[in-house]
């Protein structure tokens, strides 16, 4: 929502300044207070925002080495070249993006189910919004230590698919295998946040008007043709919401993947980006091409950003 | 609208079709009702199914706590534990080492998460008061600029905040875990989006009563704002008591370190054991479950605070 207000109001803007520029009195020194209200934030910002991503581009344009004496020098795009060579970032890249791909579309899919069903129940609904919820409350820390233990070779997740399969005693090495350690990942980070976007779902399928769907069913429309032509489409703005913020989260994670690894997981398989500039940071300390490694994980950012946008604006609708 | 259509049909003359159609709604009224029966439980079972998979590693964390690590990797897991078996919290308590840092991380952990709270209230508040109820010029630009710093993800400038934090020689210190923190665009934004509908005759007749600009804020701005202060409150402790890769870079020594640390240290450890594991995740998740508890209200509502409409 955020996103589609900038170059509207940027245009505003301007309009708004030169209006202003010649106000006095009371209304001046109003506007003192106000600018005295914002500065302490505005300040933050510019020291612990927009410097590190300007400094990030800097950086990345320079080989630079963390607690080393020599001075950095300026290699211009060498370190993104480097990195685009480099089987290591290109098996982080994906393994970012098969991660992202297999969340946020079972996220979306599935919180999307889930909230429509709770939205049709007419009891418990305050029951499943709280129990759905919960995981996103708990750190992604505790959350993949518990998933650790259930994904043992013992553990719960064995016996459970075990049963359902009728399958006794066979381990599904769910962190041992390359592939299954990516779908444990995967499977953990769902379980944390499909609560989370099921409750911006039902928040969605709450602000549609009942009027709209009782006129529908005066039309003769069933339970799915309603489904089909009235929630889903005017459901669209909260879903591409919901897309985008699953979605920039997922390209995120870190601390599941780092937990697994930790605990003795494989780590090519779930080296995402986020982890792999850990390590370049903090164990090889070089920040140089660390630097290059996030602004190419902010492009990937902004591009599937721009992405959902594009695909999801060939018809808004008003209601 | 069916009681209509029955009296319609009563009421006309019994001829062969009428019959016919009465016949033929009736069955297709009772098709529809099994079917709907069919979906009405099919719903149900989803939605048991669905919270029953959510909260069972839940149950699985509590009920693992309080077992020797031999009965967490039975087959089958036992749901309810023989007793409580205290050594894991003790375990998890004393360290492998018998250091006793776990109790020192809390502490760093509350310690940080609360200083963040309370300075990302104040200062987004006051912000986002400033933004929302004063006319002055690039009013608009401030705030565009403060909604594009959501754009820059916290990995991406990692680095860059790192090297400030060393410069300024913060490393391995609480300045150095609270500093990046201080203040959230995302809390300007709630806290602006809460004051557009405060009512401008309130601060006026304030104003004429010889109350200051500061004067407003404390006495009538924060007290009025505990709903949207309680959300951005909550989720801010809770994103801080969360926080892993900030940590991982600024806390050095074990003293410095939090709670998303030692559990990652202790799970990595040789000597420990399930028990123990669950019981450090429990200590770690009790806190934060009492508060969503009591307070879901607000937890629930800063999750919808980017759908602009009220939930």
Sequence with gaps: MGLRLIPVSFFTLIGDMKGRLFSSGIEHKKARWGWIFIIPSLVFFSLFSFYPILNALYTSL??????????????????????????????????????????????????????????????????????YYSPAVLSSVVVAAIWLLMLDPRGLANQWVNFILNTPGIDHKWLANSTMVQISTMMVYFWKYVGYFTIIFLVGLGSIPKSIHEAARTDGATGWTDFLYITLPLLKPTTVLVSIMSMLQCLKTFSTQYLFTQGGAPMEPINVITLNLYYTTIRDRNIGLASAMSIILFCMMLFFTWLQFKTSRSEEVHY | MAAVQNVQIRGSPLLKRDLAVAKYRKRTKKWISTQSLIIDIFIWAFLIIAAAYILAPFVFMFTASAMPAGDITKMPYRWIPKGFYWQNYWQ????NDGSFIYLRNILNSLIVASAVTATTVFLSALAGFGLAKYQFKGRHLVFMMILATLMIPFEVIMIPLYLIIMKLGFQDSYLGLITPFLVSAFGIFLMRQYFLSFPDAMLDAARIDGASEPMIFRKIILPNSIPAIATLAIL?????????????????????????????????EKHTDEGAMMAVAAIASIPILILFLILSKYFIGGAVVFTGKKG
């Design chain 2, 236 to 268: 801010t402790f809770k994103s801080q008591w969360d926080n892993l890769l900030w940590p991982l870079l600024v806390a050095q020594t074990e003293e410095m370190k939090t709670i998303p640390l030692y559990i990652v240290r202790f799970t990595a």
């Design chain 1, 62 to 131: 320079f080989r630079k080495k963390l607690l080393s004496l020599a001075p950095p020098r300026f290699i211009g795009f060498d370190n993104y070249v480097y990195l685009l060579q480099s089987p290591d970032f290109w098996n982080s890249i994906r393994a970012t993006v098969v991660f992202t791909l297999g969340t946020f579309v079972p996220i979306v899919v599935f919180s999307l189910m889930l909230a429509l069903f709770i939205m049709s129940r007419k009891r418990f609904q305050k029951f499943f919004q709280m129990a």
């Design chain 2, 92 to 95: 998890g308590i004393r360290g």
